[in-house]
């Protein structure tokens, strides 16, 4: 499985951005696709995930702020980020797996930076 992450960017603070995720290769009936993400000098952190039924999991800190979505027929996962804060800044690595290992495959990572 390989996954193409996009949509990383600069914006500023109170903005959006949409990070796409596609999935190629060995799919799996039940899966689950999420994002991930690190700071610089922190750990790396769940921001949300979704599985091919729909349900969703957020963390606390982007609750009502970041949406998370997939389209099953293209294998893609979408985070819909909304109301940009600095703490938001990090690397953003989409996921990949069944459900019982869901975060099986990792994507390549990609930059949101945001800052005025």
């Known amino acids: 499985v390989q996954l193409q992450a996009s949509g990383g960017g600069l914006v500023q603070p109170g903005g959006s951005l949409r990070l796409s995720c596609a999935a190629s290769g060995s799919i799996f009936s039940v899966n689950i696709m999420g994002w991930y993400r ?59 797996g069944p459900d019982y290992y869901p975060t099986m495959y990792w994507g390549q990572g990609t930059q949101v930076t945001v800052s005025s």
Request: hydrophobic share 30%; charged share 20%.
């Open 38 to 96: 690190q700071a610089p000098g922190k750990q790396r952190e769940l921001v949300a995930t979704v599985t091919n039924g729909g349900s969703t999991t957020y963390a606390d800190s982007v609750k009502g702020r970041f949406a998370i979505s997939s389209d099953n027929a293209k294998n893609t996962v979408y985070l819909q980020m909304n109301s940009l804060k600095p703490e938001d800044t990090a690397v953003y690595y989409c996921t990949y």
